[in-house]
């Protein structure tokens, strides 16, 4: 009689935790699930993009963007010269200046088959129009030399750190 009320309280006690489990991942979530599309609000964009190459992830010659070339894009003077063009052409935003604003910012953008650069964004920001800045500088840059994959030139994006630091 007593191993049988033993087994009871054990097939008791295992019910009672099974039932413990199953309803602690139980999801019971107050929210109502929404099927389909739903609109959200915009958030702003640091500047005007393309979104049909966002969307269909081509370049402005209609041809695919690749992320990883065999054949990196190199900006004339290669990095010694990009270096240079941001000596000469990045400035320090006062406001950043202002409130010790410092850090890398991250810069995304295309360089199209023919060199030029469309739809930079920014990745990663630091705010004290630093991001608006280094958005300026990469829209101004000159052409660069096109990725290459498989012997054939092609669109490719670039994902670009802009550190700022002040002395």
Known sequence: MK?????????????????????????LATEQEIEGPTQVEAKPSMGPTNI?????????????????????????????????????NLTYPAEAKRNGVEGTVIVVFVINSDGSISDP???RG???GAD??????????????P????????????????RFKLS
């Open 147 to 162: 990725a290459q994959q498989r012997d054939q030139v092609v669109n490719s994006r670039m994902r670009l750190p802009i």
């Open 52 to 88: 049909a190459a966002r969307i269909n992830d081509v370049g402005k010659d209609g041809k695919s963007i690749f992320d990883v070339t065999e054949v990196q894009p190199n900006p004339p003077g290669g990095m010694e010269g990009w270096n240079k063009y941001l000596q000469e």
């Open 126 to 128: 630091i705010g004290g």
């Open 3 to 27: 191993i049988n009320k033993m087994k009871i309280n054990k097939i008791t006690w295992i019910s009672a935790v099974c039932l413990l489990l199953f309803s602690a991942s139980c999801d």
């Open 132 to 145: 608006e800045e280094a958005l300026r500088v990469v829209r101004n840059s000159p052409n660069w030399t």
């Open 121 to 123: 964004e920014i990745l």
